[in-house]
């Protein structure tokens, strides 16, 4: 189970907490993929914790649907799940084109710079930092729109999908024609035009879900029939 350096956690923080939140961070963003034990005890060592806050962490993450508890098993990270992948990029969408909208006749040149920025580096980055420059080019504009509210389900979106974007990004064709529909949604953006804005987030996020139903199959190891689970 490969994991980051073990940074020791100060003892006035909470440690079933920290556990958690890095563990959480481990299995969204990497490095821990699906199907992959999880051994409380290594954990704890790596934090400098005992076994029982890392226990309650995997409890939490379990009723999260993160990690697999069996018994006279080991626990392990679970398995991608498409079965409400549909409905959230459905929802993302819509959320991500009102923002877009929105924000489009509020952004300033900064904002608009660092966004180019972004896509230009995104052009030639690795898979890790591409996901990451892809929410942080979503993010500028969803700051910009100005609604806290829209802010924070956007957020619960991308958590769910994170897992799932984070195996598909390694093809390089998906991240190829993400490329190119973040290049029309800066360009509606810069053209201060709300709707061209709306239209071109909207696409992409129908694209995205479109690319992962065409990408499941064929790069994953075992799938369901109903495309629900994936290892």
């Not at 508890?69 to 992948?85: C, E, H, K, N, Y």
């Not at 080019?137 to 991308?158: C, I, R, T």
């Amino acid at each position: 189970m490969p994991l980051p350096g073990g940074d020791k956690m100060p003892t006035r923080v909470n440690a079933q907490d920290i556990a958690y939140e890095r563990l959480k961070d481990w299995i969204v963003n990497g490095p821990l993929e699906p199907g992959e034990n999880i051994r409380d005890l290594e954990v704890a060592s790596m934090l400098g914790v005992s076994r029982t806050p890392v226990r309650e962490a995997l409890i939490r993450l379990s009723q999260e649907g993160l990690v697999d508890i069996a018994r006279g098993r080991s626990t392990r990270v679970a398995d991608l799940q498409f079965g409400r992948a549909v409905h959230l990029y459905e929802l993302g969408g819509v959320l991500d084109a009102y923002a877009a909208e929105t924000a489009a006749g509020s952004l300033d040149d900064d904002a608009l710079a660092r966004m180019r920025e972004m896509l230009d580096e995104m052009a030639g980055a690795d898979v890790g930092r591409v996901q990451q420059l892809d929410e942080e080019f979503h993010d500028v504009y969803y700051l910009a729109a100005g609604n806290p509210v829209l802010m924070s389900f956007l957020e619960l979106v991308k958590v769910e999908l994170r897992r799932i974007e984070r195996a598909a990004f390694r093809d390089e064709q998906i991240r190829k024609e993400a490329f190119e529909e973040h290049t029309r949604i800066l360009a509606a953006l810069e053209a201060r035009d709300p709707a061209g804005a709306r239209d071109a987030a909207l696409e992409n996020w129908r694209n995205s879900w479109a690319r992962i139903k065409a990408w499941i199959e064929p790069h994953t190891g075992t799938v369901h029939p109903d495309h629900d689970r994936i290892a």
